[in-house]
């Protein structure tokens, strides 16, 4: 029996028309779907396809042993994701291995800080894996605020928020257009950092960019309600025109 393929099939931002063909043909058709959820939850990436996979396929729930629980720093946080990894890529490439294929719901692109990267990397010398490339959440951000992200010859940077604040402050400073992900609870820090670099007034958060319950806001505007694990912050460029 010949073996299966691994798809890291990226969903986009969040709308389902943004996907690609590729993506939606794989989908339409898949025996075997794995994706990442918290314990408990239904998962971003399943909820972005209810309605195109088929009620028939199986199923695979990759759920996270740990997220913001501990700290990044702690020895523990790398010790149970790794394991949590490599656990999953061993299910899979069973499933390969009996010559099924495998579609893994990426949101996003699964090259751009995705969960899907750490799979790939324990799969990829053992096991065809393809994968199957999308819309960024930061392009599907900037694209609800109206506004491009860059403008001639701007420098755009992108910055995790989980980096220390001297670290965010000085990149930003540094930088013409901004995009800032992984928020979540280091909101406080961003903002100062913001500050300290001369940005904050620009500054726009979005919350479920392509969404239905996208939300866009000035950051200075004090937003109400927004959730920060689901937002990126962004600072457009003012560079060369004609």
């Known amino acids: 029996m010949s073996s299966g393929t691994i798809y890291g099939v990226g969903l986009g931002p969040g709308d389902p ?4 063909v590729r993506a939606d043909r794989l989908l339409r058709t898949a025996r075997h ?13 399943r909820k972005i396809v209810e309605g195109v996979i088929s009620t028939d396929a199986v ?13 990044l720093s702690d020895p523990r946080y790398n010790a149970l994701l790794s394991e949590f990894y490599e656990d999953c890529a ?9 010559g099924e294929d495998v579609v893994v719901l990426c ?13 790939y990397n324990r799969l990829r010398e ?16 900037w694209t609800a605020t109206g506004d491009p ?17 001297e670290v965010l402050a000085q990149q930003m400073a540094q930088t013409d257009a901004l995009v800032v992900m992984k928020i979540g609870r280091n909101i406080d820090k961003v903002v100062r950092a913001l500050k300290t670099a001369g940005m904050y007034e620009r500054a726009w958060i979005v919350e479920y960019a392509q969404m239905p319950n996208q939300t866009v806001c000035k950051l200075s505007e004090n937003c109400p309600d927004f959730t920060p694990y689901f937002s990126i912050i962004l600072v457009h460029g003012q560079g060369r025109r004609p």
């Open 126 to 141: 053992n096991i065809q894996v393809e994968v199957v490339p999308a819309i960024t959440g930061m392009s599907g951000a």
């Open 107 to 119: 949101e996003g692109d699964p090259f751009f800080y995705g969960s899907f990267m750490h799979l």
């Open 33 to 45: 779907v794995a994706f990442f959820r918290k314990p408990g939850r239904s998962g971003q990436a």
């Open 59 to 71: 199923e695979f729930p990759m759920e996270y042993p740990v997220t913001t629980e501990i700290p």
């Open 17 to 20: 028309d943004l996907m690609s």
């Open 149 to 165: 992200i860059t403008w001639g010859d701007d420098i755009l940077t992108v910055l995790a928020a989980t980096l220390p604040e």
């Open 90 to 98: 061993q299910h899979l490439k069973a499933l390969a291995e009996r």
